[in-house]
DNA sequence: GTTGTTGACTGGTAAGACCATTTCATGCCA
DNA sequence: TGGCATGAAATGGTCTTACCAGTCAACAAC
């Protein structure tokens, strides 16, 4: 009822330039609120588009873009031909790597558990989709490490960029978005860690390029055992270097 | 160019009644794609809504509902007589398994690979670690999946119910919290494509329990090798169901 | 009672038209 | 030359109308 009142006879004629924001935003947020309320419930039927035209006094663009974002947000799901219904609650809507403490061994231990097993899948897949391109790209961004370690500078740009090149390579945006967010996390704990040190450690540098090197390799003969082998080996070798420079 | 391409002249006006699945769906996931890969980054404008109509080939009224959904994700920010532009994204902050439309094949086999591969890790991991508390609260959602389907009920809180137990049989809070997302948003598709089909397909059940089954066999001998094993076939077989859903 | 058909209703999409704002090149003025 | 008004073009936001294909229930025929 508030709602009508509150959005009909819009304020788009008056010319004195009232400010309301988004239309459809406004309708979203009221039926998701009668849906939070209960006023709407699970397995109900919304009115028809056309009715929410008229009870909002908008064109129905509006109604169907207010609709697509309840759509996005997993609150309603439409069925051509019938109508459109409240599905199921709970907005577990994102994931997010929790921050744990760099001093607690046990929360790294976790963390990179589910590090390991997602990018060794990532570098497995990558062996068997991997392009050209992405071999090119993959090994640019290997190159580029090397130079930095010649260079002295610690590289982990770089090492970051080579990681992401790979995972690239399978060419499944969801593994791509995961380890991007994934990744992310890692670095800070990682700069975090080295933030703690004074020394560099570049020796273990050539390490962890020989273990990218196996990997590239692998991926180059598009061999998926070895890749992931590699990975594995890699990774667990990464983790044990945090705790090096954890301590 | 890949993309216009891919998505122009589509298939909606052919007569033979070809599935395609939302456009908007399909329009907001290949620009996501283009913004994660980098193609277009940080502070560019995308090409007008208007542009946007002709290289996908479709009405204004679907580019907009993409960009709505693009925008509640928070990737893009439309500012009026201006444009639409790519946002500060961090991938740091958080993942959110993107919605892919459910009649699109393609998309539904890169989701189920990043499911697949966390699950069955998951799996093995709860195999090696699993308490016999985990034990008692896997046999308890096997059995009331059991009791759903002699009730004649779809049972899919009951399945949700058991993969969870698997889950949070590893103890590693990060997998717990991924699969809980990743689980939610697929049970999302699998309601949307179960409510585009009228048949129950209460037959598919009983081989649905019976993966439960060797799945639970597996945990309680502790076999790693086994659980991944069983995981791996009982995830490989439930694409393939919701394959059956969609046709 | 069962079956088959019909027709109203629904979401999905298309196309064209305004509006208010932003943007930028133009040209005027100091 | 430099700064400032100006106006046309482009853009997102909204509205309108229209058609399509799917759904669903009432109704007719058997």
Known sequence: MSVSSRLTHDQSRNGTGARNGHLP??????????????ALSVGDR?????DLCTQYAVSRAVVREALSQLKSDGLVAARAGS???????DPTT???????SVSDLGRLEEAMELLVTIEVAATRIAAKRRTPEDLKKIKRALIGMEYAIASD???????YQFHQAIVEATHNPHFISLCQHLEASARNIIRQARSNTKTNHADLMDAVQDEHKAIYKALEDGDEEAAA???????????????IYLA
Chains 1, 2 share one sequence.
């Open 46 to 50: 919304l009115p028809s588009e056309r």
């Open 94 to 100: 994102s994931f997010r790597f929790q921050n744990f």
């Open 153 to 159: 500078r610690l590289g982990d740009e770089e090492d």
């Open 25 to 38: 935003d406004e309708i979203a947020q009221d039926l998701s609120a009668k849906i939070a309320s209960g």
């Open 83 to 89: 109508g459109v219904y409240v599905t199921q609650r």
């Open 229 to 243: 082998e590699a990975a594995s080996r890699h990774l667990y070798n990464a983790s044990k270097r945090i705790r």
